[in-house]
Structures are given as C-alpha cells and as structure tokens.
C-alpha cells in the first residue's frame, strides 16, 4: 500500500500535468520553485523534500518511513515518465480528455495518500507537515490544517512563478485544478481513509 501509494501519486501529479488545469498545491510551490531555480523536475524534487525531511526528522520521526522514501527518490521521475507517457498519446488533448485527466488525478492523488497513511509506513515530507500539527501538536482536525497549508503552498507558488517568470508562469502552475485540491484534498484524503484504506488494513 505505501509503495502503491507513492506510485499512484506520481502518475496523479503527470495527469494534473498534461491536464493544465494548474497541479496541487505542493506542486504548485515546485513550479514556482523551479521558475527561479532552472534544474530538472525529478532532481529539484528530491532537493526540496529533503529540506521538508528535516523539519519531520525534527518535530516527529513516528511519520519517516519506506514510503517517505519511496516518495522523495521516486515521486519525481514517475511524473516525468507520465507526463512523457500522456504527451505521446495525447500530443494535444482535447478538451474532454483534459477534464477526465484533471478528474482522475485529483481522485488518484487523494487515493494515493490515503492508501500510505493507513498503511503506516511513512508519509511524504510534505504531508507530514499537516499530521504533525494535527496529531502530534494537538492542533486542529487535519483536513482544516491541510487546507491552511495547501494555500499557503499556492500563494508562495503563485509568487514565484511571477517572481521566475512574470504573470504568464502562473497559468501553468496555478488553475482551477489547484483551487478544487487546495479547498477538497484534505477532506477527501480523510473520506477515503474513513471508508476505503483503513478497512482494508484491518481487513
């Protein structure tokens, strides 16, 4: 389930992609990130989540595991595979098939942490940040904190798409697809937590 988890994230990430509808908030903060810092997507990824490794190693280790590392070394490169993937078969997607992909990534995505947070391996840097404050500082129901960081990860990525490359980097980054994830990740992730992921490892 964390191994799945981690590659079903990184297929959803490629389907926001070749969607352009914008990407979920965290990748939404990696586009901004990568408008002013110019390396390639899969290596700037492991940068990124290795600073956000540290904070987890820090505040509360409990959420380290196979799948935090599955995530910061694989995550990256299965996107660019997708993204490679979908361009070849859908060189200029239509508008139908661009609304599915936004469709399937955003369920993809919310699956596929539920699926590595039941399964109690480990968590992404990045998600840990949301369950840290909420179970391990006592702070809030998590999917209120995803929400507050989710936005916060917009605003910054938003800043440094115009920061990189002026207010036309936005429009790849930023869109509808990154407003629907940023206000109904978190409540979802819990939704299939609640009704899916958690039966299944009791199962």
Request: charged share 10%; glycine share 12%; hydrophobic share 55%.
């Amino acid at each position: 389930m964390s191994i799945g988890g981690v590659l079903l994230c990184g297929i959803s990430v490629g389907m926001f992609k070749t969607a352009a509808f914008g990407v979920d908030p965290f990748q939404a903060l990696m586009s901004g990130i990568q408008a002013v810092v110019p390396i390639r997507f899969g290596t700037l990824y492991m940068l990124v989540n290795a600073c956000l490794l540290l904070f987890a190693l820090f505040m509360d280790r409990n959420y380290i595991g196979i799948a935090t590392l599955c995530n910061l070394t694989l995550l990256g490169y299965v996107t660019e595979g997708t993204q490679f993937l979908l361009n070849s078969v859908f060189p200029q997607p239509l508008l139908a098939v661009r609304i599915l992909l936004l469709a399937a990534g955003i369920i993809f995505n919310c699956l596929a942490a539920a699926f590595y947070f039941s399964a109690d391996l480990g968590v992404s840097t990045y998600d840990a940040i949301s369950l840290i404050v909420t179970y391990g500082w006592k702070v809030g129901q998590f999917k209120y904190n995803r929400i507050i960081s989710d936005i916060c990860c917009v605003v910054l990525g938003a800043g440094l798409c115009i920061a990189g490359s002026g207010l036309a980097g936005i429009g790849s980054a930023v869109g509808i697809g990154t407003v629907i994830t940023m206000f109904f990740m978190g409540p979802l992730i819990e939704w299939f937590r609640v009704h899916m992921t958690d039966r299944m490892v009791r199962a």
